[in-house]
């Protein structure tokens, strides 16, 4: 979902042999940034599985954590989740877990991401990196 | 008239015969048997002497006294002492005898001595008997068999140390097979001291193992050596000389940073070791703290050791648990100071001292992130060098197994 708001990129960690995805979303300081379509999580089993967002986890406090005053990371495609948002606020996670949906084989999740960024936040730079764990459960 | 006669001769002839035969024969009971009073015969001798007739060639070592244990028997058929002597020392015992039988006499020769020396075997009935003992000097640890002959390139001191599967260690650190161990090391012309510490593996299975000092497990035999370009180190399966206590410290605390830096919901947090248990272990030759300490998602396997030699050495060794969290920092030792890649080992240089690494990168910044590790992760051996005089583990050239060889002249 590569454009002017999010970036992505990917790669492979030898060392441990997991597969990273970074996403890059930009946010507008002093103000509200809703990002409709994030990230497609997509499901390339041959059989339902379970997706949901596991965790939160604070990875890097960059220029400052702070600045960021909310982030919501949201299941918004397929819906039915009870609870389908992830959030955090001023840095720490308030809510780190969503709960499941249900992708059918070559479904996709999308997700969404909102931001409010600090009024004071340094421009062009990055405060903060978050570990996100999608979580894909074989039904 | 000659009837007389007769009667006063068979009364002369008779106490004079049982005269004679008192004084000729101590054997007392035994005075009417016929044969030798003892046999002198060649006993129990390893292979590597040769023996013709009753002369036996053995060798002398310049480093102890070379012990033939019932290398010669006698076999006394009366109940009489037979005396012993050498004319050079090689025999302790004065006498042997007692009841008849059969009596091992041991050898020992001193030394250095080289030349013929004779083993007497005297009675005061005047038998004797003598055993020729023709010995060269030979370059060998006394009642070895067989020695391997390890030649190292380095410079420096080096703490080098033989495990009984054969593993040849320097600094801890595994680097050739040998086909000899044991715990007698010659370097120089000389038989170092050395040290017994045992092994064992801190979990099963694992690939290289998992190995800490401890009081049961396999022994490891230790011992110093200061080398100087290429050279020789003899390493014979002997039992070990003894070592005379020395003064010993305690072995240095790892001052470092040590850890990994871990999301989590309300911040990165560095996920430090917190330790466990500490044992120390006091050898011959050095003292071992070793410690196992815990942290979030790792355990550490830790022993550091201090010399007498003025460096100081440490093994590091993680369990990292199998996690999918996403770090920046992976420190697993950072004394301070800039790393840099000399060959093959890392180095620290904080101040005078220098930390010389050989495994695993010991710290990385990961931009962008990178996993955490997981599993089992190489170990790291260190050797830390306050005196700015060791260059690092020497190459091992070559491995050779020498027997000893009979000889004759």
Redesign the interface.
């Known amino acids: 979902m590569s454009g002017t708001f999010v970036m992505a990129d990917w ?1 492979y ?1 030898p ?4 597969d ?1 995805t ?1 996403v890059c979303v930009a946010g507008v300081y002093g103000n509200v940034a809703d990002i409709t379509n994030g990230l497609r999580a997509c499901n390339r089993y041959n059989i339902p599985v379970e997706n949901r967002i596991a ?7 960059i220029t400052g ?1 702070h600045y960021i005053r909310y982030v919501a990371v949201k299941i918004l495609e397929p819906p039915g989740a009870a609870d389908s948002k992830a959030t ?1 606020r001023d ?3 308030v809510d ?1 877990a969503t709960d499941y949906v249900i992708l059918r084989r070559g479904q996709y999740a999308i997700l969404g991401v909102g931001v409010v960024v600090d009024a004071y936040a340094p421009y062009y730079k990055t405060p903060v ?3 996100i ?1 999608i979580e894909m459960v074989p039904q | 008239m000659w009837r007389e006669e007769a009667a006063r001769a068979l009364l002369l002839l008779l106490p004079t015969l049982v005269f004679i035969i008192a004084f000729t024969s101590p054997g007392g009971d035994y005075a009417f048997r016929a044969g030798p009073l003892a046999e002198v015969a060649v006993g129990q001798l390893p292979y590597y002497v040769y023996v013709s007739n009753k002369t036996l060639h053995l060798y002398s070592s310049p480093y102890a006294p070379w012990p033939y244990p019932k290398a010669l028997e006698v076999k006394l058929f009366y109940p009489t002492t037979i005396l012993i002597s050498s004319t050079c020392g090689a025999v302790a015992a004065s006498s042997v005898g007692g009841a008849p039988g059969s009596y091992p006499v041991d050898v020992v020769v001193l030394p250095g001595f080289q030349g013929d020396c004779w083993v007497n075997f005297t009675h005061p009935s005047g038998w004797r008997d003598a055993v020729l003992l023709r010995v060269k000097p030979v370059d060998w640890y006394p009642g070895a068999t067989e020695r391997a002959v390890v030649t190292l390139n380095g410079s420096g001191w080096q703490f080098v140390q033989v495990g009984q599967d054969g593993t040849l260690y320097i600094w801890e650190r595994p680097m050739a097979q040998i086909p000899v161990a044991g715990c007698v090391f010659v370097y120089n012309k000389s038989v170092l001291l050395a040290e017994t510490q045992r092994y064992r593996e801190v979990a099963p299975n694992i690939k290289p193992p998992a190995v800490a000092p401890s009081s049961s497990g396999s022994v490891r035999y230790g011992a110093f050596i200061k080398l100087d370009r290429s050279s020789q180190l003899y390493i014979y399966k002997a039992d070990c000389p003894t070592t005379p206590r020395l003064n010993l410290s305690e072995p240095p605390p790892l001052r470092a940073e040590i850890g990994v830096i871990l999301p989590t919901p309300t911040g990165p947090v560095f996920d430090a070791p917190v330790v466990n248990n500490t044992v120390i272990f006091t050898t011959g030759l050095r003292t071992i703290n070793y410690t196992e300490a815990a942290a979030r998602i790792y355990r550490l396997y830790v022993y550091t050791y201090n010399t007498p030699v003025g460096l100081w050495g440490a093994v590091l060794r993680y369990n990292f648990a199998l996690t999918t969290l996403l770090t920046v920092k992976i420190s697993l030792f950072r004394p301070g100071g800039e790393l840099q890649r000399v060959g093959d080992v890392w180095i620290y240089r904080v101040g005078n001292v220098t930390y010389w690494i050989y495994g695993p990168q010991p710290y990385r910044l990961c931009e962008p992130p990178c996993g955490a590790p997981a599993g089992w992760q190489e170990p790291l051996y260190m050797v830390v060098d306050p005196t700015g005089q060791w260059r690092g583990w020497p190459k091992v050239i070559a491995v050779r197994r020498e027997v000893l060889q009979p000889w004759r002249s």
């Open positions: 790669r960690d060392g441990t042999g997991l990273v970074r965790d939160v986890l604070l990875l890097q406090n954590a955090v840095g720490a996670a780190a990196a978050y570990q764990n």
